[in-house]
């Protein structure tokens, strides 16, 4: 059972540079989301989704976009990447809210120079 | 503000050894609370669900407890072993619906030494 499958695993970026984050469940999960671990603190929440084709900002959405065109895809993107954008980004899904279990991928380390 | 912090950030003991560690909350109202094991390079992987009227709850060599009242939680880790070696992050959800009503613990950092 893959889970939650992020890619790429590792990534170094210059500033400015953009890119994208794919995040794949195979839970057929309609909740999913994407988080940044930095040193220190606990997981933020970046943007998130209730279902395809919707998606919704969290508590540090500045400087990312995310789409969620198909229900198993959640894609983040970084249009001009800026050196505080260097972080570990988590994707995670869920089938509802309340009491129910996110499921996290391996995480993406991405460092802007 | 609704916060979690989480004691000790680090802790190192001995394999077979028991450790503790401490989660205070301050998120109100309280839906429920989460323990998280995560690996090194890896993403958080539940260990247990703690809701409102439970007290104490057992998954293996971990037990969680939680005391409403004085909002704090613990994760008991019994005989360790050095696969427990991990950030162990508490969780905290609280009750009016939305995700972002989560709120995540910087963690513990645990090392069990042989």
């Known amino acids: 059972n893959a889970g939650v499958t992020q890619t790429p695993k590792f990534r170094v970026l210059k500033t400015g540079q953009s890119m994208t984050l794919l995040c794949a469940q195979d839970?057929?999960?309609?909740?999913m989301y994407w988080y940044r671990q930095d040193p220190g603190m606990g997981l933020r929440l970046i943007h998130y989704s209730v279902g395809e084709g919707t998606t919704a900002k969290g508590e540090v959405p500045d400087g990312y976009n995310v789409s969620r065109l198909k229900k198993q895809n959640f894609l983040l993107g970084l249009e001009s990447a800026a050196p505080s954008q260097t972080s570990v980004y988590f994707c995670?899904?869920?089938w509802g809210q309340g009491n129910t279990e996110a499921f996290f991928g391996q995480g993406t380390r991405l460092t802007v120079v | 503000k609704n916060q979690v912090e989480q004691s000790p950030q680090s802790l190192i003991i001995l394999e077979g050894k028991n450790c503790t560690l401490q989660?205070?909350?301050?998120?109100?109202?309280?839906?429920?609370l989460r323990w998280y094991k995560q690996d090194t390079g890896r993403g958080p992987v539940s260990l247990t669900i703690?809701?409102?009227?439970?007290n104490t709850k057992s998954n293996g060599r971990y037990t969680a407890t939680l005391d409403a009242d004085t909002k704090q939680s613990s994760l008991h880790i019994t005989a360790s072993q050095l696969s427990d070696s991990a950030s162990y992050i508490c969780v905290v959800r609280g009750v009016g619906g939305g995700y972002n009503k989560l709120i995540f613990g910087a963690g513990t950092r645990l090392a069990v030494h042989p």
């Open positions: 703690m809701t409102f009227s439970e």
């Open positions: 989660c205070n909350y301050t998120v109100s109202p309280f839906s429920n």
């Open positions: 995670a899904s869920s």
């Open positions: 839970m057929n999960h309609e909740y």
